[in-house]
């Protein structure tokens, strides 16, 4: 089996304690529903920031920076596509990028 990455961008922050229980548990029931593929749940990011070729540090992470990530396992880019489907950050008008992670 292969692992991918899964960077996502975007979504918003849960306001109310009430907010914050209905998104964890959501992501609790996505990752449940994953079983033994998700390798590393991953979590949340802070503020990115972006080093440039001439090694000068840009805060701020670019036009869609990163807001958290997971390892997750699967057979092929189209099944990590169908794992990623489930996922609530989609509800929250966030996006996942995918991207296969070589052993090296």
Do not use: R
């Amino acid at each position: 089996m292969a692992k991918f990455v899964f960077a996502y961008h975007g979504g918003g922050a849960p306001g109310t304690p009430e907010e914050v229980k209905k998104v964890m548990d959501a992501w609790g029931a996505w990752f449940g529903s994953l079983g033994a593929a998700v390798i590393d749940a991953g979590n949340p990011v802070g503020k990115s920031s972006t080093v440039k070729k001439d090694g000068s540090l840009v805060e701020g992470g670019g036009p869609n920076p990163i807001s958290g990530y997971s390892l997750i396992e699967a057979s092929s880019l189209a099944d990590a596509h169908k794992k990623a489907k489930g996922c609530p950050i989609l509800q929250s008008g966030g996006t996942i990028e995918i991207a296969e992670a070589f052993d090296m």
